[in-house]
Nanobody, 115 residues
Framework: QVQFVESGGGLVQPGGSLRLSCAAS????????LSWYRQAPGKERELVAT???????SYVDPVKDRFTNSRDNAKNTLYLQMNSLKPEDTAVYYC?????????WGQGTQVTVSS
């Protein structure tokens, strides 16, 4: 069974940093393009960043110069390094397949950026 378990969220001040982790299981991790998504209060879930099986990354404009997506295939783990955090980044962050996200989403990890 495919499973994604997100962790690493927390409360940080504006300008601070966090590193999120996503432990995956139930599939051949190295073969798939994976993405981070987030859902802020009162908003729909949105794509944040993607990393292909070959290591190519892409980001939405609001996080382009601040977030870095990476993966460790040996550990079946996806990472999102978030720097220069802003209050607008406050959301629940999820990981999932890039091309065809699972219909049932995981628990996610809460990121709160506030003074």
């Amino acid at each position: 069974q495919v499973q994604f378990v997100e962790s690493g969220g927390g409360l940080v001040q504006p300008g601070g940093s966090l590193r999120l982790s996503c432990a995956a299981s139930g599939f051949t991790f190295s073969r798939y393009d994976l993405s981070w998504y987030r859902q802020a209060p009162g908003k729909e879930r949105e794509l944040v960043a993607t990393i292909t099986s070959g290591g190519r990354t892409s980001y939405v404009d609001p996080v382009k110069d601040r977030f870095t997506n990476s993966r460790d295939n040996a550990k079946n783990t996806l990472y999102l390094q978030m720097n220069s955090l802003k209050p607008e980044d406050t959301a629940v962050y999820y990981c999932n397949f890039a091309a065809a996200p699972r219909r049932s989403w995981g628990q996610g990890t809460q990121v709160t950026v506030s003074s």
